[in-house]
């Protein structure tokens, strides 16, 4: 009897314990569907309240060569979404809810500085619409666009949203009216213009007539002429700037870094911006997305132009490259897209204030300063050789060289090499011809001199070790010996080369 009740009380507590799970499970149960019937009837309004896309007749926008095709249902029907979110009226907990996996990672003091940032995008082909698209969705407010050129046929290997119907059509008003559909809050400032100098300080000045400054520029140009005006403007009005270096001919994506426009190597964009920038005075400070990886047999180069295309002109005018009027540049699709994912996650990072830990580039700012050093200590003493060993006229003596020409001559011209034995190591500059007069620069007022300085100039000057340099000052520069007594006629015909390539690129200094 005593173990009937036993079991019989055991039963009840199973019972008990079972109909407890049942009901915590059904008021769980209940207030999920509670809560997702409010959400769907959120939306529900919100869609209800749109009016039908046939309600609204729009003219068409103009583009540069003509307007635009009318647009279809879909696009209607996102574009008055995308003005009623932007005027506000649009339920924020959806965008938060969208934006979840942001917010979790970035936390939601970091989300709301990327919300409430603007970041200007100039270019908007493959590099730039990946980079715009992953803005965009994630959580920047403020996005101008600005290209002059217009989605092509062959470019939609690579550009993020972009369908054969927009083909013909401007790349920003592409852009915007894709993404729309996918965050109708974000701001549009679409400007299809092509970036100069002249036009800077417009399209990179404040948000739509205000004095709100970009939180952040993006680089995606390939012409070197606009991208060195780009990234000159942003460096001298100090506005934070990301460069991408050249996606073309590029296939491994492991190979793709961050670093700094003084370390960025391996491509013709690269290796362009890079003499521009320094000949300009600027050698570091910029961060850039640039491949590593090395030209190799079996991989994809650079295509030959025909014939007809160079008896346009001179080709090499035009191009990042000599001998190049259009550059006809192999993409694998995937590679820009890499490219600009990767600007888009450095500026993510960097508006929000996440901790980033980019492997280091090679710093070069001493050995720079060690050969002006030089380079000051050699004039000065065939200055005093030529005016007759007087010390005072080398006091105050100054040399016409930055540290941006000697990063340029150095790095650029001669690969951080000798240009007489290729070693890489304890490297200087020094003045290759012998003066036939004196060097000295005076600049008098009244019977005071004013200011001294060296006649050198870019195309003066050669790389060497500092023990080559040595004896080319001794028994050259100072001495009587000839080029030809101390060099082969294969070096003297390489420095000629490589004084000629300098003297092209005094221009740009």
Sequence with gaps: MSSFLSQSNSNSKIQLAATAVVSAAVAAGAVLSYQRLQKDERINRLKQSIP???????????????PLPKPDKDDEHN?????????????????????????????????????????IIVGCGGVGSHAAAALARSGVSKLRLIDFDQV?????????????????NPKVEC???????????????????????KSADSLLGGWKGTDRKPDFVIDAIDNIDSKVDLLKYCWDHQ????????????????????????TSTDDGLSRATRRRLKLLGITSGIPVVFSTEQMGEGKAALLPLPEEQFQKGSVGDLGVLPDFRVRILPVLGTMPAVFGYTVANHVILKITGYPIDYIPGKGRDKMYDGILAFIQSVEEKIIRKAEGGSQENCLGLKVPVTVGDIAFLAEELYKGRSILTGIPTKLVLIRWEKPT?????????????????????????VCMTKEEATRHLKEILLGDKTHADLYDQEVIDKVAAKRKEAKLYEQFR
């Design 437 to 461: 007069s004196s060097t000295l620069i005076r600049i008098q007022s009244g019977t005071e001199v004013d200011q001294k300085s060296s006649n050198v100039k870019l195309a003066d000057l």
């Design 175 to 197: 852009l915007s009216r894709r993404l729309l559909a996918i965050t109708p809050w974000v701001h549009f400032d679409l400007r299809m213009e092509k970036f100069d100098g």
């Design 152 to 168: 092509t046929l062959s470019s939609l290997n690579r550009h993020a949203v972009a369908t054969l119907a927009d083909v013909g």
């Design 239 to 262: 506005l934070p700037v990301i460069s991408s270096m050249g996606a073309g001919t590029k296939s491994d994506p492991t190979r793709i870094v961050v670093g700094d426009i003084g």
């Design 79 to 119: 574009q008055i979404l995308a003005e009623r979110a932007q005027a506000g009226d649009f339920d924020d907990e959806l965008i938060l809810e969208q934006l979840a996996r942001n917010r979790v990672f970035l936390g939601p003091e970091g989300l709301e500085k990327l919300r409430n940032s603007f970041v």
């Design 52 to 66: 039908s896309p046939h309600d609204h007749e729009p003219a068409p926008k103009v583009a540069r060569r003509g």
